[in-house]
Protein backbone atom coordinates (compact mmCIF):
# COMPACT_ATOMS: atom_id res chain seq x y z
CA UNK A 1 0.00 0.00 0.00
CA UNK A 2 1.23 3.69 -0.98
CA UNK A 3 2.17 5.82 1.92
CA UNK A 4 -1.06 8.61 2.25
CA UNK A 5 0.74 11.27 4.05
CA UNK A 6 -0.19 14.40 1.00
CA UNK A 7 -3.78 15.71 0.32
CA UNK A 8 -3.70 13.21 -3.03
CA UNK A 9 -2.35 10.25 -2.25
CA UNK A 10 1.26 10.71 -3.65
CA UNK A 11 3.22 11.83 -0.40
CA UNK A 12 3.39 15.39 -0.87
CA UNK A 13 1.45 18.72 0.57
CA UNK A 14 -0.02 21.17 -1.15
CA UNK A 15 -1.35 21.32 -4.32
CA UNK A 16 -0.27 18.44 -7.28
CA UNK A 17 0.17 21.31 -10.24
CA UNK A 18 2.61 23.54 -8.61
CA UNK A 19 4.33 23.79 -12.00
CA UNK A 20 1.67 25.32 -14.06
CA UNK A 21 0.95 27.74 -11.51
CA UNK A 22 4.64 29.29 -11.66
CA UNK A 23 4.35 29.19 -15.62
CA UNK A 24 1.42 31.42 -15.35
CA UNK A 25 2.57 33.70 -12.59
CA UNK A 26 5.96 34.10 -14.99
CA UNK A 27 3.57 35.00 -17.99
CA UNK A 28 1.33 37.21 -16.12
CA UNK A 29 4.67 39.39 -15.02
CA UNK A 30 6.08 39.50 -18.16
CA UNK A 31 2.51 40.94 -19.44
CA UNK A 32 2.28 43.32 -16.86
CA UNK A 33 5.84 44.19 -17.79
CA UNK A 34 4.66 44.74 -21.45
CA UNK A 35 2.09 46.81 -20.48
CA UNK A 36 3.51 49.00 -18.17
CA UNK A 37 6.27 49.83 -20.79
CA UNK A 38 3.67 50.47 -23.24
CA UNK A 39 1.96 52.84 -20.98
CA UNK A 40 4.84 54.50 -19.97
CA UNK A 41 5.32 55.02 -23.69
CA UNK A 42 2.04 56.50 -24.10
CA UNK A 43 2.58 59.12 -20.96
CA UNK A 44 5.92 60.51 -20.71
CA UNK A 45 4.80 63.81 -19.55
CA UNK A 46 3.37 61.79 -16.64
CA UNK A 47 4.78 63.11 -13.04
CA UNK A 48 6.50 60.30 -11.08
CA UNK A 49 7.62 60.28 -7.67
CA UNK A 50 6.10 61.74 -4.24
CA UNK A 51 7.83 64.92 -4.75
CA UNK A 52 6.30 65.68 -7.58
CA UNK A 53 3.17 64.92 -6.36
CA UNK A 54 3.75 67.14 -3.63
CA UNK A 55 4.83 69.60 -5.71
CA UNK A 56 0.83 69.21 -8.49
CA UNK A 57 -0.56 69.69 -4.64
CA UNK A 58 0.60 72.91 -3.67
CA UNK A 59 0.03 74.21 -7.24
CA UNK A 60 -3.71 72.96 -6.87
CA UNK A 61 -3.35 74.66 -3.27
CA UNK A 62 -2.29 78.05 -4.26
CA UNK A 63 -4.67 77.93 -7.19
CA UNK A 64 -7.66 77.46 -5.23
CA UNK A 65 -6.07 80.20 -2.43
CA UNK A 66 -5.86 82.61 -5.44
CA UNK A 67 -9.42 82.24 -6.92
CA UNK A 68 -10.86 82.43 -3.59
CA UNK A 69 -9.26 85.82 -2.97
CA UNK A 70 -10.30 86.73 -5.83
CA UNK A 71 -14.10 86.36 -5.07
CA UNK A 72 -13.85 87.49 -1.43
CA UNK A 73 -11.99 90.44 -2.52
CA UNK A 74 -15.02 91.42 -5.02
CA UNK A 75 -17.62 90.69 -2.45
CA UNK A 76 -15.97 92.86 0.65
CA UNK A 77 -14.76 95.98 -2.10
CA UNK A 78 -18.66 95.80 -3.15
CA UNK A 79 -20.06 95.64 0.55
CA UNK A 80 -17.52 98.64 1.26
CA UNK A 81 -18.97 100.55 -1.20
CA UNK A 82 -22.58 99.49 -0.62
CA UNK A 83 -22.16 101.06 3.14
CA UNK A 84 -20.03 104.10 2.27
CA UNK A 85 -22.79 105.17 -0.06
CA UNK A 86 -25.43 104.59 2.37
CA UNK A 87 -23.55 107.19 5.28
CA UNK A 88 -23.09 109.15 2.39
CA UNK A 89 -26.61 109.61 1.18
CA UNK A 90 -28.77 108.26 3.97
CA UNK A 91 -29.87 105.33 1.63
CA UNK A 92 -29.52 102.32 4.61
CA UNK A 93 -29.64 98.98 3.87
CA UNK A 94 -30.42 99.72 0.13
CA UNK A 95 -27.18 100.97 -0.96
CA UNK A 96 -25.39 97.75 0.77
CA UNK A 97 -27.49 95.22 -0.80
CA UNK A 98 -26.72 96.29 -4.28
CA UNK A 99 -23.03 96.48 -3.33
CA UNK A 100 -23.39 93.40 -2.32
CA UNK A 101 -24.48 91.94 -5.46
CA UNK A 102 -22.47 93.77 -7.45
CA UNK A 103 -19.76 92.79 -5.42
CA UNK A 104 -21.07 88.87 -5.89
CA UNK A 105 -21.06 89.42 -9.52
CA UNK A 106 -17.59 91.08 -9.55
CA UNK A 107 -15.83 88.44 -7.86
CA UNK A 108 -17.66 85.73 -10.08
CA UNK A 109 -15.84 87.13 -13.16
CA UNK A 110 -12.73 87.96 -11.51
CA UNK A 111 -12.51 83.73 -10.72
CA UNK A 112 -13.53 83.64 -14.22
CA UNK A 113 -10.96 85.82 -15.51
CA UNK A 114 -8.43 84.76 -13.43
CA UNK A 115 -9.18 80.65 -14.42
CA UNK A 116 -9.05 81.74 -18.20
CA UNK A 117 -12.93 80.76 -19.10
CA UNK A 118 -13.49 84.61 -20.11
CA UNK A 119 -11.53 86.65 -22.14
CA UNK A 120 -9.69 90.31 -20.23
CA UNK A 121 -11.84 93.44 -21.28
CA UNK A 122 -10.21 94.58 -24.71
CA UNK A 123 -8.84 91.59 -25.98
CA UNK A 124 -11.37 90.09 -28.19
CA UNK A 125 -13.43 86.99 -28.40
CA UNK A 126 -10.56 84.86 -27.36
CA UNK A 127 -10.24 83.66 -24.05
CA UNK A 128 -6.40 83.28 -22.63
CA UNK A 129 -5.25 79.67 -22.81
CA UNK A 130 -5.63 78.35 -18.42
CA UNK A 131 -2.31 77.23 -18.93
CA UNK A 132 -0.08 79.85 -19.22
Do not use: C
Amino acid sequence: MADKNGPDGTGKTGRGKQHEADIRDEDLERRRRELEASLAARRPDRLEGKDDAKAGSAVGYGQALKLSSEFIAGIVVGAALGWFIDRVAGTSPWGLIVGLLLGFGAGVLNVLRSAGLVSEFGTGDKPRDPKE
